[in-house]
């Protein structure tokens, strides 16, 4: 086990309806990355927080947005849901002050229908 | 050109077998690489790290980088049913901190 939690562990939501997704880091570490993962493909990234700032964006329109708190855990906010939208949702935990690896939750598995 | 590219399609080795993993990237400035075991329905576990040329052994894993060739590789000495995954390569786009993860290589190790 990483220490990275998530939740929730599945949802399902309407096309055009908002979700926020959770993440606690794992401890010692201060950045916290966030991706997206289609069905058969491999993690895309959509943004990273370091000490409560964006740090970083990947090719992800501004509906998806996203937040760092002082204890470094995180939310990932999804704006205006598209079915396009559905995917494993992933945050990983890491130290940007120190080594890079970075590790993963268990992910969030979200349906839009 | 894709960031990085794992060949498609997946590799069949019997148990006790060598399986061979192959990724390549196209940043030349990238300096660290990863690969990730995900099994099915799960997350990417991290399994191994490298940063310099040469080859990096933990356990029945070794992952080889030539930054030359712009090329990473992992192995799997002594494969068992449970090596069955998807395996990602990972690279930390130089001047960046994000990781660009290949499409992945599905592993079935067959007893």
């Known amino acids: 086990e990483t220490g990275v939690t998530q939740s929730p562990t599945h949802l399902i939501k309407t096309r055009g309806q908002q979700v926020t997704l959770r993440c606690s880091s794992q401890?010692?570490?201060?950045?916290v990355s966030w991706y997206q993962q289609a069905l058969g493909q491999g993690p895309q990234f959509i943004f990273q927080?370091?000490?409560?700032?964006?740090?970083g964006r990947g090719n992800f329109p501004p509906r998806f947005s996203g937040l760092q708190f002082p204890n470094y855990s995180s939310e990932l906010n999804v704006n205006a849901l598209e079915l396009d939208d559905s995917a494993l949702y992933l945050c990983?935990?890491?130290?940007?002050?120190?080594?890079?690896?970075?590790?993963f939750g268990p992910g969030t598995r979200l349906t839009v229908t | 050109q894709k960031e990085v590219e794992q060949n498609s399609g997946p590799l069949s080795v019997p148990e006790g077998a060598i399986a061979s993993l192959n990724c390549t990237y196209s940043?030349?400035?990238?300096?660290?690489f990863f690969w990730y075991r995900q099994y099915s329905g799960k997350s990417p576990e991290l399994i191994m790290f490298?940063?310099?040329?040469g080859d990096k052994e933990d356990g029945r894993f070794t992952a080889q980088l030539n930054k030359a060739s712009q090329y990473v590789s992992l192995l799997i000495r002594d494969s068992q049913p449970s090596d069955s995954a998807t395996y990602l390569c990972?690279?930390?786009?130089?001047?960046?901190?994000?990781?660009?993860f290949g499409k992945g290589n599905q592993v079935v190790v067959i007893p």
């Open positions: 990972a690279v930390r786009v130089y001047g960046n901190n994000r990781l660009a």
């Open positions: 490298i940063y310099s040329n």
């Open positions: 927080y370091y000490r409560e700032e964006e740090n």
């Open positions: 401890s010692g570490h201060n950045t």
């Open positions: 940043d030349r400035g990238s300096q660290s």
């Open positions: 990983a935990s890491s130290n940007r002050d120190g080594l890079y690896e970075q590790y």
